[in-house]
């Protein structure tokens, strides 16, 4: 089902809006998802990224947020529809969830970077 739903998804985005790809809707959305950006703790293309260090009883610890551009869409939708500590509960639908995951997806950023070449 959900992978029927990304294989869609291009298609369904496009009723959303005439000005802008579904890419670039996503790439938005990333920045911008009701709340607090993914980028600021997962990186701009979800590379992961140390958010804090700071000292606990004397020991250096470091607070970060993994990557999540080499999961799976179930490990991805799984994730977005729980609780993980250290990060705040957005209840996305399942479309915003599957632009995230395309923008994110290793192929995007293939194909990405051989536009500029
Ligand atoms: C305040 C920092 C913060 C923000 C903002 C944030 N995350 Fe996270 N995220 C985390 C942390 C920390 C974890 C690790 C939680 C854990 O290990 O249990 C995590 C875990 C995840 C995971 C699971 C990764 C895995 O390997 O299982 C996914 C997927 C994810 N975040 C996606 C997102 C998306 C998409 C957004 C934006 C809608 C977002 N996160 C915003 C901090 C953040």
Known sequence: MQYLFLL??????????DFITPLEYASQFYKNPRGIGCQL?????GEGKLI???KHKGKQRSFTAPRID???LSAF???LNSRK???PRYYLTE???AALYLYLHPQYKKRKNA???
């Open 77 to 79: 939708f799984e994730a």
């Open 52 to 54: 804090a260090r700071y």
């Open 95 to 97: 479309k915003e969830i």
């Open 8 to 17: 869609l998804f291009p298609f369904v985005l496009f009723g959303r809006s």
């Open 41 to 45: 703790c997962h990186g701009e293309h």
């Open 115 to 117: 536009r500029k070449n």
């Open 85 to 87: 500590d250290g990060m």
């Open 70 to 72: 080499n999961i799976s």
